[in-house]
Structure formats: C-alpha cells, structure tokens
C-alpha cells in the first residue's frame, strides 16, 4: 500500500525552529523526486520545496529560501525539512509528495503553527 506519513509539525514561536518528516511506503520512494507542500488557511496548496531522487539537487520557493532546507534519507525511505528562522505566514499544514504529485498519495499532512 503507498503511503506517506507526516509527522513533526507542532506550535512554535516566530524566530523559531521545527523539523518535519515525510515516512515512504508502498512505493520505490528512492526512484522519485519528492517535495514538500503546504496549505495555509484559505489558500490554495502550494510547493515549498523539492528534492531530486538522489538529494543532490533541491528546489525552494521564494518565500522560504535560504530559511528552509530540504534533505532525504533513501535508506530510511524518508525525506526532511528543517524550517529555520520560522514566521507567522509559515502556518500551514505541511504535506509531502512526488514533485510531481499524485492524487491518491496525499496524506493527512502535519500542522506547523507559528505564533508571533
């Protein structure tokens, strides 16, 4: 069964910092290029950040550059973000997926939110 499991998110103050975790299973996970996503509150989901197959190459939105990293572990069938420097706008559900993503891969996703 695919699947891709978030997990990590929680509340934190702005200037702070969290690490969040995308779980693969069901799927050759090292075979794929994977980004992270998020939903803000009456916003439409967006990608924030994205890695390719072998982590040697990555991606970010402009909002998150430079604050953001994305890594993976193929081994662990895991990828990463670690969110530095966070800000209120940050709030989101954060989600994981190919870079291109796929419909019924769309887990529950973790809740990031940042207080000012």
């Known amino acids: 069964q695919v699947q891709l499991v978030e997990s990590g998110g929680g509340l934190v103050q702005a200037g702070g910092s969290l690490s969040v975790s995308c779980a693969a299973s069901?799927?050759?996970?090292?075979?794929?290029?994977m980004a992270w996503y998020r939903r803000a509150p009456g916003q439409e989901r967006e990608m924030v950040a994205s890695i390719s197959r072998s982590g040697g190459s990555t991606t970010y939105a402009d909002s998150v550059k430079g604050r953001f990293t994305v890594s993976r572990d193929n081994g662990k069938k895991t990828m990463y973000l670690q969110m530095n420097s966070l800000k209120v706008e940050d709030t989101a559900v954060y989600y994981c997926n190919r870079a291109s993503p796929v419909k019924y891969m769309w887990g529950q996703g973790t809740q990031v939110t940042v207080f000012s």
């Open positions: 069901g799927f050759s996970f090292g075979t794929y290029d």
